[in-house]
């Protein structure tokens, strides 16, 4: 054979694999990161039930959790006082177990998106202390105990909690007065006493509301309820929160022996209206073109912040791994993160770790060498 047709053919046969041998992948956050901790994402339907394909297949490669982003609250899942709408949250639950995914309950009582007829009756008028309670107590009982043993843990109770620690005055605390709480979590623990329970809220970074949350821990356990972790949301900024305060809350909530969880992680980089702040999801404001200055993409020193204020934000999940339970990307890309909508409608935000084309942000890599 001539010499030079050999060398072709001989460097041909290098490049082709050998039959049998699978090639290297590289890994994933829940190759690495979970070895740590649970790190999950919050799946829309369109994802369970594959309409959305892509997003489906970066949630199974990428995460090891998932949260219903909205179909088990209140107004989904229980639009009438005696109808349950279970077609969207069976197959959220559903879509976890065949894929290997730690399915997360979210969430049992918050005053924003609650089923509208909950806090009065068919005159439109409050309801009584007693008719409140009863209708929490069958609301949890009905949606725990569909999915026990199926659902590691339950968000309890959402965002009850005032940034100055006060109590938020929603209707559940007008009616029934603080002792909800309790009633809440011992409801859930009986309809299902494996489960893990949780209270979540937002700007937990704020010592106010770190010590009202602590201080909420103290007073459950105090009333024989269970509850295992407490979620900082952690919809975070370039500039917010101040990432001493975030750690010296970790610090107080591992020291009231729950576990922490980072359970709606996303970093908004656009600019915010005045008097902007939290997750509050009243909050809104009118488009203006200013506000919305990335329409093409960020800037290179954009993509640099958000690179550096991610992997500051995971270097202290790796310092504390040993006192977090799970961390959540709020979404799955960010193409449909509610960060586009909120706090201004029709934005371009780049809030999460997959990109628009259902691809794996750089910066992920960098995150995956903190924990490997």
């Not at 609301?139 to 725990?144: D, G, P, S």
């Not at 919809?235 to 975030?246: E, K, Q, R, V, W």
């Not at 040993?322 to 979404?331: F, L, M, P, S």
Request: with cysteine; hydrophobic share 35%; proline share 4%.
């Amino acid at each position: 054979m001539n010499k030079r047709i050999l060398s072709i053919a001989l460097a041909s046969l290098m490049l082709v694999p050998v039959a049998g041998v699978a090639q290297k992948s590289q890994p994933t956050m829940k190759d690495v990161l979970g070895k740590y901790f649970l790190i999950g994402a919050a799946v829309n339907v369109n994802t369970v039930w594959n309409r959305d394909a892509k997003a489906a297949e970066v949630v199974k490669k990428n995460f090891n959790s998932i949260v219903a982003e909205n179909c088990m609250k209140g107004e989904e899942i229980h639009p009438e006082e005696n109808v349950y709408d279970w077609k969207d949250a069976d197959q959220t639950v559903k879509f976890g177990e065949e894929n290997g995914l730690t399915v997360i309950g979210h969430c049992l009582v918050w005053h924003s998106q609650a089923p509208k007829w909950m806090f009065v009756d068919k005159e439109g008028k409050t309801v009584s202390r007693e008719v409140l309670i009863d209708r929490m107590y069958h609301h949890i009982t009905e949606v725990v105990g569909r999915y026990k043993g199926r659902i590691k843990g339950w968000d309890v109770i959402n965002e009850a909690f005032n940034d100055d620690g006060t109590y938020r005055e929603t209707p559940y605390y007008k009616i029934i007065g603080p002792e909800y709480f309790e009633l809440a979590f011992k409801f859930a623990h009986a309809a299902d006493p494996d489960a893990e329970l949780y209270y979540n809220d937002y700007s937990m970074s704020k010592p106010e509301k770190r010590e009202a949350v602590c201080r909420l821990v103290r007073n459950l356990k105090a009333k024989g309820c269970r509850i295992d972790a407490v979620g900082m949301q952690s919809h975070n900024g370039l500039d917010y929160p101040d990432l001493t305060d975030y750690e010296n809350s970790i610090k107080a909530l591992a020291k009231e022996g729950v576990k922490v969880q980072f359970t709606e992680l996303d970093l908004n980089m656009l600019p915010n209206p005045q008097n902007f702040g939290g997750a509050e999801i009243s909050q809104h404001a009118n488009y203006m073109k200013k506000m919305d200055p990335y329409k093409k993409g960020l800037t290179k020193n954009a993509q640099k912040q958000f690179n550096e204020r991610y992997l500051a934000f995971f270097k202290i999940y790796k310092k504390y791994a040993k006192d977090i339970e799970r961390v959540t990307i709020w979404g799955v890309d960010d193409g449909t993160s509610w960060l586009n909508d909120w706090p201004i409608p029709g934005r371009t935000n780049y809030g999460l770790l997959i990109d628009r084309n259902y691809q794996v942000k750089p910066v992920v890599k960098d995150i995956i060498k903190l924990f490997e």
